[in-house]
């Protein structure tokens, strides 16, 4: 059996619970954010773009907390969010360094701000952090190839 194309389509509206008003790749559009989020965006007054998840067991470790892998994955989705990839070209992930900086806890939303530090003809630059009830936990930076996409 053939794999149908994946296509990366522009977030959608998320209409009800506590991310009413963001928005989302996490509805089947984006198939392992599904499956690890959902992660939640929404773009500021300023034109920045704030990113959100609520951890829950399926995220955490063996000692309770926020599992770093959760939150490199969620930062992955972070880099592309504050690029606004979704109205840019098709871009994929060659660089990625991260920083643990306190221990996530679980049912309590993760916020992610951050930018792009440069933009060339095919890269972008962008960094973030991570603050949970306001406290940081996790700061990242990475580098976004601009790739043709798969047809």
Not at 35 to 45: C, K, M, N, S, V
Request: proline fraction near 5%; include cysteine; charged fraction near 20%.
């Amino acid at each position: 059996m053939a794999e149908e194309a994946f296509t990366y389509d522009d977030p959608i509206d998320v209409t009800e619970g506590p991310w009413a008003g963001w928005r989302t790749w996490g509805a089947g559009n984006d198939p392992y954010e599904t499956l690890t989020g959902p992660y939640f965006l929404r773009e500021e007054a300023d034109g920045s773009v704030t990113c959100g998840y609520t951890p829950e067991a399926k995220n955490l470790n063996g000692g309770g907390n926020v599992h770093g892998g959760s939150l490199m994955t969620f930062a992955d989705f972070c880099l592309f969010a504050h690029a606004k990839t979704w109205t840019l070209d098709h871009y994929v992930t060659v660089q990625f360094e991260s920083q643990f900086i306190g221990a996530g806890k679980p049912d309590v939303a993760i916020l992610s701000t951050g930018e792009v530090v440069r933009q060339t003809r095919s890269m972008l630059f962008v960094r973030g952090i991570m603050t949970q009830e306001g406290k940081p936990v996790f700061s990242y930076s990475g580098i976004l190839k601009r790739v043709a996409p798969r047809g």
